[in-house]
């Protein structure tokens, strides 16, 4: 019979391609029918790498002849449509001023997934310039791509910016993917999609050849259907960029497999905080918190409550300065570098280049947040110098590591996210809470698991450490996992309202 890769985790491909039940080449052709019978409806997918297949009977040969680089030898995943891939694909950002855009080499992310073995699939949607556009922007949305819609329901938000890599993942388009975040661009896509995403301590991911928002807070993250297939992805991507200074203790800090630290008793005898005051928005999000509470104090762990955490409104208005400013200076760096056949080459391109294509580039919403980092005088500004020392004093000092260190916490937990809401391409997002900008402000670590359903629609829980703690979460976020097993894959298309 014919091996089926539909719901299919890392570990069961590696059987099924050990034991010859299967090849790479069969996977890829599996997962691109897959693709072509239903993407239609969901949207995930930008680019389909025309190379795919001759990369996996490459990668069958190696194993043919006893070469398996590691987990993901022959192993299709897929990237965001914001990371150069040296191939046949573009790298847009989903935008139409990028259009037809071929990166020279791969970026350091795409780099090590070859070098891991890994079968490059497809390149996915994503809100357009990783959702750092307009204020009242639908996430999933973007010019070049459209509308990205929700694993689940189809007229609910996929969340953003990693909306293509979240559905894709969900749907078994792939077997995992990458994202990247800024702000909850990882974990956001991840719970309303119903997976697991990691949001690495920024420096321990190469951010060269990735389109920027900010070099405080970016990184590159896997998303995945497990903690298990994450941690492999993880450990592929993870170690020093030469190219991106920040990573320059990533190769010290990052662990030699993560998968060793997939513990179902991690748990046991932890001191878990649990953030309230980044709860209390949704009366079923608290009830399904309540019970992942429950699963914590049967696991073993000690459940320490009433943590608070400083409110996100009185981060946002200095991480948004910080943002606005970076982005500038990162994504004319970026643009700067792309060749004479690109039609842009620096922000104040890109804003004329939407302003003279408005019907095409910008029908639904505006291009504010765009206007407003032109605007900005650069990273020398005192503004913007005292807005990033703000912002790490809010998150860190007064923040995480506060918390963490006044209770003696071995991690921080919180709702990820509401409920997915309707896509609305009038009024933008109808966020009402979520707990991703800790971990993204600050720069530390955070992950999010499936908790929980509202009205068939996922719930995801976010757990939070200091730097360079990804190892232990994952241990438990595993076992909470494994304790739960809250995930439901997606049924057919279908949509919440009539």
Not at 104 to 121: I, K, P, T
Not at 451 to 458: E, K, N, Q, V
Request: glycine letters at 10%.
């Amino acid at each position: 019979m014919t091996f089926d890769p539909h719901e299919a985790s890392i570990a069961e491909l590696n059987v099924a391609l050990s034991t010859g039940e299967t090849t790479s080449t069969d996977l890829v052709e599996a997962y691109e029918r897959r693709i072509s019978a239903e993407d239609d409806a969901f949207n995930s997918v930008a680019f389909l790498n025309s190379e795919a297949g001759d990369i996996a009977k490459q990668r069958d040969a190696e194993r043919a002849a006893g070469q398996v680089r590691g987990p993901l030898h022959g192993v299709p995943v897929m990237v965001k449509d914001n990371l150069d891939t040296g191939d046949t694909m573009p790298t847009t950002a989903g935008s139409l001023a990028l259009d037809g855009s071929m990166a020279a080499r791969d970026s350091h992310v795409v780099a090590r997934l070859r070098d891991a073995g890994a079968v490059l699939l497809a390149k996915t949607n994503l809100s357009e310039w990783a959702n750092f556009r307009s204020t009242r922007s639908a996430s999933g949305w973007s010019s070049r791509g459209g509308q990205v819609r929700n694993a689940y329901a189809t007229d609910r938000t996929p969340g953003g910016s990693s909306s293509g890599s979240g559905v894709a993942v969900a749907r078994s388009y792939c077997a995992a993917a990458i994202g990247t975040e800024t702000d909850g661009s990882i974990v956001g896509p991840s719970s309303f999609n119903g997976i697991v995403g990691i949001k690495p301590t920024v420096g321990l991911v190469g951010r060269t050849g990735i389109i920027p928002i900010s070099a405080s807070q970016d990184t590159a993250g896997p998303m995945a259907r497990t903690v298990a297939d994450a941690a492999v992805l993880l450990g592929a991507i993870a170690g020093t960029d030469p190219d991106d200074t920040a990573t320059s203790e990533a190769d010290r800090h990052k662990a030699v497999d993560y998968t060793a630290f997939l513990d179902t008793a991690a748990l046991k005898g932890a001191r878990v905080g649990i953030v309230r005051n980044y709860a209390g928005y949704h009366e079923v999000v608290d009830a399904v918190f309540e019970n992942a509470l429950t699963a914590f104090r049967e696991a073993g762990a000690e459940v320490v409550d009433g943590v608070s955490l400083t409110p996100q409104p009185d981060i946002r208005r200095h991480e948004l300065l910080v943002m606005l400013t970076e982005f500038k200076a990162g994504l004319n760096a970026y643009l700067g570098n792309l060749g004479p056949d690109v039609a842009v080459h620096s922000l104040a391109e890109l804003i004329a280049f939407n302003a003279a294509n408005a019907d095409r580039a910008m029908p639904h919403f505006r291009q504010e947040l765009l206007e407003r980092a032109e605007a900005t005088p650069g990273l020398s500004d005192r503004a913007y110098i005292d807005a990033l020392a703000e912002s790490r004093r809010l998150t860190r000092s007064d923040g995480i590591d506060k918390a963490m260190g006044e209770h003696r916490l071995d991690v921080l937990v919180a709702p990820t996210n509401g409920p997915p809401w309707a896509i609305d391409w009038i009024n933008g997002d109808n966020r009402l809470g979520g707990s991703a900008c800790q971990a993204a402000v600050s720069g530390y670590a955070g992950i999010t698991v499936p908790m929980g359903h509202i009205a068939g629609l996922p719930l995801g829980l976010n757990f939070i450490a200091g730097p360079w703690s990804e190892a232990k979460l994952i241990g438990y976020a595993h076992a909470f996992e494994q304790a739960t097993n809250a995930r439901v894959a997606p049924g057919e298309p279908r949509r919440v309202l009539p």
